[in-house]
């Protein structure tokens, strides 16, 4: 499994916090930028990262920025990215285990490290359910 991060400079300093988190659970990061603390547009990555979960079968990814709020509503006009904004333990183990979510958003300037931590470990436990889920989730890009 492997997972795509990308970050604006408002995620940019949490950032090898994540992919060290990550790759300590033996999990392969591909870190496609920022680079720097300097001003960037959030929306840049976020299309980056959706590209690349899309274009590489069983991938997901990991958007920051500042609140998580412009990563996820970027990452979403991609058809077939199911990115979801969570900044709790409960949300991130139901954005896998009933929406199949493919890419995990937060905000750097809304949680701490503690808090991260318990997301990423309920987001890497949960598995998608299926079932009546498959078929709401397959709604999603189907209208
Ligand atoms: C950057 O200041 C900030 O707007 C951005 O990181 C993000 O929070 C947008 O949704």
Redesign the pocket.
């Known amino acids: 499994m492997k997972y795509f991060i990308g970050t ?4 940019f300093l949490v950032k090898p916090f994540v992919i060290e988190f990550l790759e300590k659970k033996g999990i392969e990061v591909e870190d496609l930028g920022t680079y720097s603390t300097e001003s960037v547009d ?1 929306p840049d990555f976020a299309h980056k990262v959706a590209k690349a979960v899309l274009d590489n079968e069983g991938s997901k990814g990991i958007l920051i ?7 996820s509503l970027a990452a979403n006009k991609h058809k077939g990215i199911r990115a979801a904004l969570c900044h709790d333990a409960y949300t991130a183990e139901m954005a896998r285990r009933h929406n199949n979510a493919n890419i995990l958003c937060f ?1 750097e ?1 809304v949680v701490g490290k503690g808090v991260i931590e318990s997301i990423l470990n309920a987001w890497l436990n949960a598995k998608f359910e299926g079932g009546r889920h498959q078929r709401r989730v397959e709604k999603i890009d189907n209208f």
């Open positions: 604006d400079h408002a995620g959030y920025c500042g609140t998580g709020i412009g990563m905000g300037r």
